[in-house]
Protein backbone atom coordinates (compact mmCIF):
# COMPACT_ATOMS: atom_id res chain seq x y z
CA UNK A 1 0.00 0.00 0.00
CA UNK A 2 1.12 3.44 -0.87
CA UNK A 3 2.27 5.00 1.86
CA UNK A 4 1.03 8.79 0.59
CA UNK A 5 -2.26 10.91 -0.13
CA UNK A 6 -2.46 12.98 -3.10
CA UNK A 7 -5.27 14.54 -4.63
CA UNK A 8 -6.79 12.78 -7.80
CA UNK A 9 -6.38 15.71 -10.67
CA UNK A 10 -5.37 19.23 -10.30
CA UNK A 11 -4.97 21.92 -13.18
CA UNK A 12 -2.88 25.15 -14.05
CA UNK A 13 -2.00 27.83 -16.45
CA UNK A 14 0.45 27.73 -18.36
CA UNK A 15 3.46 29.75 -17.08
CA UNK A 16 2.12 29.74 -13.39
CA UNK A 17 3.46 28.13 -10.61
CA UNK A 18 2.17 24.26 -10.32
CA UNK A 19 1.82 23.54 -6.37
CA UNK A 20 1.49 19.53 -6.14
CA UNK A 21 0.85 18.55 -2.58
CA UNK A 22 1.14 15.36 -1.10
CA UNK A 23 0.36 13.51 2.48
CA UNK A 24 2.48 11.26 4.43
CA UNK A 25 1.41 11.25 7.62
CA UNK A 26 2.86 8.21 8.98
CA UNK A 27 6.68 8.78 7.52
CA UNK A 28 9.09 7.79 9.41
CA UNK A 29 12.32 9.02 10.35
CA UNK A 30 14.31 7.18 7.98
CA UNK A 31 12.20 7.38 4.72
CA UNK A 32 12.68 9.82 2.07
CA UNK A 33 10.41 11.85 -0.30
CA UNK A 34 10.37 11.05 -3.85
CA UNK A 35 8.64 12.20 -6.90
CA UNK A 36 8.43 10.81 -9.86
CA UNK A 37 6.12 11.86 -12.80
CA UNK A 38 5.10 9.95 -16.11
CA UNK A 39 3.53 11.10 -19.27
CA UNK A 40 1.30 8.96 -20.79
CA UNK A 41 2.49 5.51 -22.00
CA UNK A 42 6.27 6.59 -20.98
CA UNK A 43 8.82 5.14 -17.87
CA UNK A 44 8.24 7.42 -14.57
CA UNK A 45 11.18 9.88 -14.47
CA UNK A 46 12.53 10.73 -11.45
CA UNK A 47 12.36 14.15 -10.59
CA UNK A 48 13.58 15.31 -7.09
CA UNK A 49 13.93 13.74 -3.37
CA UNK A 50 14.89 14.82 0.14
CA UNK A 51 14.93 14.14 4.06
CA UNK A 52 13.78 17.31 5.46
CA UNK A 53 15.32 20.46 4.04
CA UNK A 54 13.46 21.95 1.38
CA UNK A 55 15.39 20.84 -2.23
CA UNK A 56 15.96 22.77 -5.34
CA UNK A 57 16.74 21.62 -8.62
CA UNK A 58 16.66 21.78 -12.69
CA UNK A 59 12.89 20.34 -12.58
CA UNK A 60 11.63 21.34 -9.13
CA UNK A 61 11.50 22.28 -5.82
CA UNK A 62 10.46 20.32 -2.83
CA UNK A 63 9.00 22.07 0.26
CA UNK A 64 8.82 19.34 3.15
CA UNK A 65 6.92 20.78 6.50
CA UNK A 66 9.06 20.74 9.61
CA UNK A 67 7.26 17.86 11.21
CA UNK A 68 7.82 15.94 8.01
CA UNK A 69 3.88 14.85 7.68
CA UNK A 70 3.39 16.40 4.39
CA UNK A 71 5.06 18.03 1.19
CA UNK A 72 4.63 19.86 -1.84
CA UNK A 73 6.22 19.94 -5.04
CA UNK A 74 6.90 23.12 -7.08
CA UNK A 75 6.77 23.64 -10.84
CA UNK A 76 7.85 27.26 -10.83
CA UNK A 77 6.50 27.96 -14.24
CA UNK A 78 4.56 24.94 -15.76
CA UNK A 79 4.49 24.48 -19.76
CA UNK A 80 2.21 21.99 -21.33
CA UNK A 81 5.04 19.41 -21.44
CA UNK A 82 4.56 19.10 -17.69
CA UNK A 83 1.30 17.69 -18.33
CA UNK A 84 1.25 14.06 -16.44
CA UNK A 85 0.98 12.03 -13.75
CA UNK A 86 2.89 12.88 -10.53
CA UNK A 87 3.63 10.40 -7.90
CA UNK A 88 4.77 11.29 -4.22
CA UNK A 89 6.75 8.25 -2.30
CA UNK A 90 8.11 7.63 0.55
CA UNK A 91 10.78 5.24 0.98
CA UNK A 92 13.47 4.14 3.18
CA UNK A 93 17.19 3.99 1.39
CA UNK A 94 18.43 1.20 1.16
CA UNK A 95 15.59 -0.86 0.65
CA UNK A 96 15.47 -1.57 -2.88
CA UNK A 97 12.03 -2.81 -2.45
CA UNK A 98 9.97 -0.26 -0.86
CA UNK A 99 9.24 2.11 -3.72
CA UNK A 100 5.35 2.30 -3.69
CA UNK A 101 3.73 3.72 -6.48
CA UNK A 102 0.22 5.35 -5.36
CA UNK A 103 -2.22 6.63 -7.80
CA UNK A 104 -0.73 10.12 -8.09
CA UNK A 105 -2.29 13.23 -9.08
CA UNK A 106 -2.93 13.70 -13.16
CA UNK A 107 -1.69 17.59 -13.51
CA UNK A 108 -3.24 19.46 -16.31
CA UNK A 109 -1.17 22.35 -17.53
CA UNK A 110 -3.73 24.58 -20.10
CA UNK A 111 -2.73 26.88 -22.18
CA UNK B 1 15.16 6.97 -19.86
CA UNK B 2 18.76 7.35 -19.46
CA UNK B 3 20.40 4.70 -20.60
CA UNK B 4 18.17 1.66 -19.97
CA UNK B 5 16.35 0.40 -23.49
CA UNK B 6 13.52 -1.61 -23.60
CA UNK B 7 12.49 -3.20 -26.47
CA UNK B 8 10.08 -3.60 -28.24
CA UNK B 9 7.66 -0.67 -27.13
CA UNK B 10 4.71 -3.15 -28.24
CA UNK B 11 4.28 -7.19 -27.90
CA UNK B 12 1.60 -9.51 -29.00
CA UNK B 13 1.18 -12.60 -27.67
CA UNK B 14 -1.25 -15.37 -27.81
CA UNK B 15 -2.62 -16.55 -24.58
CA UNK B 16 -0.75 -19.38 -23.57
CA UNK B 17 2.67 -18.75 -24.95
CA UNK B 18 5.65 -17.46 -22.51
CA UNK B 19 7.29 -14.06 -23.57
CA UNK B 20 10.52 -12.48 -22.76
CA UNK B 21 10.75 -8.87 -22.10
CA UNK B 22 13.90 -7.41 -22.56
CA UNK B 23 15.77 -4.64 -20.48
CA UNK B 24 19.41 -3.39 -20.70
CA UNK B 25 21.26 -0.43 -19.24
CA UNK B 26 24.60 0.79 -19.61
CA UNK B 27 24.55 2.91 -16.55
CA UNK B 28 26.84 0.63 -14.81
CA UNK B 29 23.42 0.19 -11.78
CA UNK B 30 23.84 -2.53 -9.76
CA UNK B 31 20.38 -3.05 -9.31
CA UNK B 32 17.69 -3.41 -11.21
CA UNK B 33 14.01 -3.83 -11.08
CA UNK B 34 11.05 -4.67 -13.03
CA UNK B 35 7.28 -3.36 -12.39
CA UNK B 36 3.68 -3.78 -13.82
CA UNK B 37 1.23 -1.01 -14.44
CA UNK B 38 -2.69 -1.61 -15.44
CA UNK B 39 -4.55 1.14 -16.89
CA UNK B 40 -4.72 3.95 -13.99
CA UNK B 41 -2.92 2.99 -11.23
CA UNK B 42 0.33 2.87 -9.95
CA UNK B 43 3.29 0.37 -10.34
CA UNK B 44 3.82 -2.48 -8.57
CA UNK B 45 6.64 -4.19 -8.55
CA UNK B 46 7.48 -7.68 -9.90
CA UNK B 47 11.06 -8.95 -9.21
CA UNK B 48 14.35 -7.11 -8.83
CA UNK B 49 18.23 -7.73 -8.43
CA UNK B 50 20.60 -6.17 -6.57
CA UNK B 51 23.63 -8.37 -7.75
CA UNK B 52 24.40 -10.42 -10.62
CA UNK B 53 23.54 -13.70 -10.83
CA UNK B 54 20.94 -12.68 -7.53
CA UNK B 55 17.38 -12.27 -7.63
CA UNK B 56 13.88 -11.51 -5.19
CA UNK B 57 10.97 -11.41 -5.57
CA UNK B 58 8.44 -8.38 -5.63
CA UNK B 59 4.91 -8.33 -4.47
CA UNK B 60 3.24 -9.72 -7.43
CA UNK B 61 6.34 -12.47 -8.84
CA UNK B 62 3.53 -14.97 -9.35
CA UNK B 63 3.54 -16.51 -13.40
CA UNK B 64 6.82 -14.59 -13.93
CA UNK B 65 10.49 -15.36 -13.70
CA UNK B 66 13.37 -13.38 -13.99
CA UNK B 67 17.38 -14.27 -14.72
CA UNK B 68 20.52 -11.59 -14.13
CA UNK B 69 23.68 -13.36 -15.73
CA UNK B 70 24.79 -9.93 -16.93
CA UNK B 71 25.16 -6.60 -14.75
CA UNK B 72 23.74 -4.78 -17.78
CA UNK B 73 20.60 -6.98 -18.45
CA UNK B 74 17.76 -8.19 -16.43
CA UNK B 75 14.93 -9.83 -18.86
CA UNK B 76 11.65 -10.77 -17.49
CA UNK B 77 9.35 -13.69 -19.33
CA UNK B 78 6.06 -13.53 -18.45
CA UNK B 79 4.77 -17.32 -18.32
CA UNK B 80 1.32 -18.92 -18.92
CA UNK B 81 0.97 -19.08 -15.23
CA UNK B 82 0.46 -15.71 -15.36
CA UNK B 83 -3.42 -15.19 -15.23
CA UNK B 84 -3.72 -11.50 -16.28
CA UNK B 85 -0.69 -10.99 -18.44
CA UNK B 86 -2.04 -7.31 -20.63
CA UNK B 87 -0.25 -4.62 -18.95
CA UNK B 88 2.58 -2.36 -19.29
CA UNK B 89 5.84 -3.35 -18.21
CA UNK B 90 8.38 -1.02 -16.74
CA UNK B 91 12.09 -1.72 -16.22
CA UNK B 92 13.82 0.23 -13.53
CA UNK B 93 18.00 0.51 -12.60
CA UNK B 94 19.85 2.42 -9.32
CA UNK B 95 23.12 2.27 -8.38
CA UNK B 96 23.64 0.98 -5.02
CA UNK B 97 23.97 4.01 -2.58
CA UNK B 98 22.58 6.28 -0.25
CA UNK B 99 19.01 6.67 -1.77
CA UNK B 100 19.18 4.83 -4.14
CA UNK B 101 17.10 6.80 -6.89
CA UNK B 102 15.51 4.81 -9.59
CA UNK B 103 15.39 5.61 -13.37
CA UNK B 104 12.96 3.85 -15.85
CA UNK B 105 12.74 2.72 -19.02
CA UNK B 106 10.37 3.49 -21.67
CA UNK B 107 8.24 0.22 -21.16
CA UNK B 108 6.76 -2.48 -22.92
CA UNK B 109 3.40 -2.72 -23.87
CA UNK B 110 2.24 -6.16 -23.45
CA UNK B 111 -0.97 -7.57 -25.02
CA UNK B 112 -2.06 -11.17 -24.77
CA UNK B 113 -4.75 -12.12 -27.70
Known amino acids: DAKTTQPPSMDCAEGRAANLPCNHSTISGNEYVYWYRQIHSQGPQYIIH???NNETNEMASLIITEDRKSSTLILPHATLRDTAVYYC????????????FGAGTRLTVKP | DGGITQSPKYLFRKEGQNVTLSCEQNLNHDAMYWYRQDPGQGLRLIYYSQIVNDFQKGDIAEGYSVSREKKESFPLTVTSAQKNPTAFYLC????????????FGPGTRLTVL
Open chain 2, 92 to 103: ASSIQGATDTQY
Open chain 1, 50 to 52: GLK
Open chain 1, 89 to 100: IVRVAYNNNDMR
